[in-house]
Structures are given as C-alpha cells and as structure tokens.
C-alpha cells in the first residue's frame, strides 16, 4: 500500500508574510495619471497656451499646427497627448476639480512672465 504524503500546512507566519506581499505589491504596482493632481495639469495647460502664442491669430490657425504645438509641450514635459486627453476626462467629470484647475490656469496666465519662462515651440 502506498502512503500518500501531504505538505505540510504554512505556517501561520509564512501566512502572514504572503498576504503582506501581495498586498504590498498590489499598492506599490499601482500608478496614478500623472496629470490628475489640478495644479500638475494646470501647470502643462498653461504651458500648451502660452505656446500658442497670440490669441487673436489662434483663432485663424490650422488645428494641425495647434496640436502640433500642443504635443511639442507635452513631449517636453514627458508626456503625450492621450495622457493630457485622460486628464481632461478626469476633471470634466469633477466639476470641483475642474475649478480648482481653471483658477491655477487663469493665475498663471496672469502672471507677468520673463521670456524664459514661455514655452515657445
């Protein structure tokens, strides 16, 4: 007759070390959009519309070149436009958010700026 060999059970504190890990993993594996903070995405929004340029030519610009000084923004910042598209998903389904971003923007743009401190593309 064969005997059939079982493992022997973890111990409780081998247990406890896997639950640890696995929970540990799962928060550290976790990652946030990086334009979700409102002062973040608001920074890179003024940026992308201060590198517009004149806003009374904007409006007769072609939309080709308007996003391509929109992604020249973003790549300089490390970042591309599905990100800054999520973002603006994110903060239009978060009207309290949105203002918050909006008064950063708004801020911003009053600000008296020095040459350095544009992004022209």
């Known amino acids: ?16 070390s ?20 409102p002062e973040r995405f608001a920074e890179v929004y003024a940026k ?5 340029g004149d806003p009374n030519l904007l409006q007769h610009q072609d939309k080709k070149i ?13 970042l591309d436009r599905q ?7 994110y903060f239009s ?3 309290e958010q949105w203002q918050k971003v909006y008064t950063h923007v708004v801020a911003i743009l009053e600000k008296p700026t020095s040459p350095a401190d544009t992004t022209q593309h």
């Open 1 to 16: 007759m064969h005997k059939i060999i079982l493992p022997a059970a973890p111990s409780p504190l081998l247990r406890l």
């Open 18 to 37: 896997f639950l640890f890990l696995s929970l540990w993993l799962a928060c550290a594996t976790k990652t946030t959009e990086p334009l979700q903070n």
């Open 48 to 52: 992308i519309l201060l590198a517009g």
């Open 66 to 78: 308007k996003l391509a000084r929109a992604d020249s923004v973003l790549k300089s910042l490390a």
């Open 83 to 89: 990100q800054f598209e999520a973002a603006v998903k």
């Open 93 to 95: 389904a978060e009207p």
